[in-house]
């Protein structure tokens, strides 16, 4: 349950966060959706190994370089929150500073540990898994709007309002050609 909510469904602590983010020079940061789809509730045992990392992991994003926010409860518990129907489907949500931060969390950190063992607990999704996109610095992303860039990023394919990893856009006002990726992992999913 997100205590002390506002309008916009998020808490306090969360709307300081992004507050004291909006304070940079940046205009812009990127906000990401991914999503999963789980092969049984949390609570069964064979999610417990996947479970037990989910704090681990998530205060390993919150210290990490370029972090801004990312979609919790009061208790920190980013699982908590539903934007889909099916209960199986997982989603987290978060903004950095830039997709180069975002890309070293999931690829170049401890991360990388739970993410390559992700089919233990998750069937393949329908659609793109995650989508990336501009928001202005400060903004807090809504499970609505990401939702409509997942659907956007699935029906049109990479633009300058949803992309991924493999075919990157540049922020709001910088050069409009998407930037290609440097390395062998950086075709990767989130």
């Not at 400060?138 to 300058?160: C, F, N, Q």
Request: charged share 25%; proline share 9%; net charge positive.
């Amino acid at each position: 349950m997100l205590g002390a909510r506002r309008a916009n469904g998020y808490s306090r602590g969360l709307l300081q966060n992004a507050k004291q983010a909006s304070m940079t020079t940046q205009k812009f940061h990127v906000a990401q959706l991914a999503i999963s789809l789980a092969r049984e509730p949390l609570d069964h045992p064979l999610m417990q190994d996947f479970v037990a990392q989910l704090r681990p992991v998530n205060e390993l994003a919150d210290r990490s370089p370029g972090f801004v926010w990312r979609l919790q409860t009061d208790d920190g518990n980013a699982t908590g929150v539903r934007g889909f129907d099916n209960p199986l489907i997982l989603l987290n949500m978060s903004t950095w500073e830039s997709v180069e931060s975002l890309f070293d969390f999931v690829y170049k950190s401890e991360h990388v540990v739970p993410f390559r063992n992700r089919r233990k607990w998750f069937l393949p999704v329908e659609g793109p898994p995650y989508v990336l996109w501009w928001v202005p610095a400060g903004h807090l992303p809504t499970v609505a709007e990401a939702k409509e860039r997942l659907d956007l990023l699935a029906s049109e394919g990479p633009s300058s309002r949803a992309f991924d990893f493999r075919r990157r856009f540049p922020p709001p006002g910088e050069a409009h050609a998407p930037v290609e990726p440097q390395g062998k992992r950086a075709s990767g999913q989130v």
